[in-house]
C-alpha cells in the first residue's frame, strides 16, 4: 500500500484545514486499497498558528515559506490551499520539482498561465488536481450517468447560478477576495468557476459567451485579519479600501456542443447565504438541481405516460459508491466536507493508480478560459470566442 506524503500550503485557512482534515479522514470512508495519505509538511505564513498546526497533523514540518517544501525529496504532493494569486507561482515551483500537485480553484488567474501549468504537468507525467469539490458529490454522478445515458436527449439548454451575501451589507470588511492584486477575477474566479465546473463537467466546452461584470460596492472598510464570514463590530476609525475586481456577473454562453447557457454569480445577493442551482433542459427530458436540497435530483422524461409526466425528485443514495462509502441509507444527507473527502480520496487514487481523474489541470485550463472570456467580454461589452485547444 502506498502512502502519499503531502504538504498542505495555506494550512491555517479554511481550505487547508478541510484538506487536512480530508487526507487524514478518507480512508476511514473508502479503505487503504488505494493507498493513503500522510500530511508531513504544513506552511501558513502565520507563525502564531504553528502549535495548533502540529497538534492537528502530528509529526508534520510546520513551516512559514511554501519554497521550503516544493523541493523536499520527501514530499510526493502539493496541495496548494493558498490565496488565488500564489496558485500560479506555486504550482509551477510544485510541477518543475516533479511534484503531483492539488490546487484549489481558480487554477490560475489567467488561462495563458493555466495553459503552462496543464502543459507543464503533462511533460512531467505527475498527476494534477483543481479543488473543484461541488460537482463530486455524488447527486451530480447521478445527473452526470443520466446525462450520458441518453435519458434527457441533446443538451438544449443550461441555467445555472451561485450566490453568496458576504459582501452584501455595504459595510461588510474588506478583505483578500475583493482585491483586484491578490485575486484578479474576483467574484468571477472564485464563484464563477464553480459554475463553469458544473457546465465543464455535465455540458462540455464552452465556445463564446458575453458577459456584464459589476463592482456594486466601490468601497469598504477595512479590518486586518478577518476571514470569510468573520464578524466584527466597526469602530468607525477604519480606512477604506477600494474593491478592484468585480462582485458580480450576468452571462450568457454558447457551447460546442450546440447549447446555450445564461448563468449568474454574486458574493452581494442579501439574503443568499449559499444559493447554488442548475437546470438542464434536453430533447427528451430535464435535470434541475438546488443546493437547498443537496443529495436531491429532480428529472423530468417525457417518455413519461401522458397526464403523468412531472419532475420526479430523486435522493442519491448507497447506488452510488462515493454516497455508499459514506452511509448505507438514502437522504441522510452528505454535505460540503463528504465531497472534499470524495475529493482527496480521488486525488491519491489518481496518484497509486496514475490515473487522472476529473478536473485535471486541462479542465481546469478550459474552467480559466471562461473565467478569461468574461473578464474580456465585460471589459470590451461584447461577444467573446473561446478557441479550443
Ligand atoms: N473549492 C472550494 O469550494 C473553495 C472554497 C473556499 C476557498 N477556495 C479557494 O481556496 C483558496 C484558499 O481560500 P481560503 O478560503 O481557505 O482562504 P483563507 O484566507 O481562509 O486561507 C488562506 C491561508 O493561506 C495563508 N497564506 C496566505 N499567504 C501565504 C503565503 N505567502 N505563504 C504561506 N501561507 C500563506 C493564510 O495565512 C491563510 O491561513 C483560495 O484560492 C480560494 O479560492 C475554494
Partial sequence: MTDVKVAVLGGSGWMGRIHTMAFQTFPHFFGTS????????????????????????????????????????????????????????????????GKHVFCEKPLANTAAEARVLADLAREQGVITRVGHAFPRNPVHDLAKEIIEAGEIGEIKMFKGCQHIDVFGDPLAPFMWRADGDLAP???????????????????????????????????????????????????GEERWAEVTNPDATNLLCRFENGAAGLVDFSRTATGRKFRQTY????????LAYDYDEVNRL???????????????????????????????????????????IIEAAEVIRSITTKTP?????????????????????????????????
Fill in 34 to 97: 488505494h493507498g493513503t495519505a500522510r500530511v508531513v509538511a504544513i506552511v501558513d505564513r502565520d507563525p502564531a498558528r504553528a502549535d495548533d498546526l502540529a497538534r492537528r497533523a502530528p509529526g508534520a514540518k510546520i513551516l512559514q515559506d511554501w519554497r521550503q517544501v516544493v523541493n523536499d525529496p520527501e514530499i510526493d504532493l502539493i496541495d496548494i490551499c493558498l490565496p488565488d494569486n500564489l496558485h500560479f507561482e506555486v504550482a509551477e515551483a510544485g510541477l518543475k520539482a
Fill in 185 to 235: 477575477t474576483g467574484i468571477v474566479g472564485d464563484t464563477g468557476s464553480h459554475v463553469f465546473s458544473f457546465m465543464e463537467f455535465l455540458v462540455g466546452r464552452v465556445s463564446a459567451l458575453i458577459a456584464d461584470n459589476l463592482i456594486l460596492t466601490p468601497k469598504r472598510p477595512v479590518v486586518d485579519g478577518l476571514a470569510i464570514g468573520g464578524q466584527t463590530e466597526l469602530t
Fill in 279 to 286: 437546470e438542464i433542459y434536453g430533447t427528451k427530458g430535464s
Fill in 298 to 340: 429532480r428529472f423530468y422524461s417525457h417518455e413519461d405516460r401522458p397526464g403523468r409526466a412531472g419532475f420526479r425528485a430523486i435522493d442519491v443514495g448507497p447506488e452510488h459508491p462515493s454516497y455508499r462509502a459514506f452511509l448505507p441509507l438514502p437522504n441522510f444527507g452528505l454535505g460540503y466536507n463528504e465531497s472534499k
Fill in 357 to 389: 481523474m476529473w478536473p485535471t489541470f486541462e479542465n481546469g485550463h478550459h474552467i480559466c478560459q471562461i473565467v478569461d472570456a468574461c473578464m474580456e467580454s465585460s471589459r470590451l461589452k461584447r461577444w467573446v470566442e473561446i478557441p479550443s485547444t
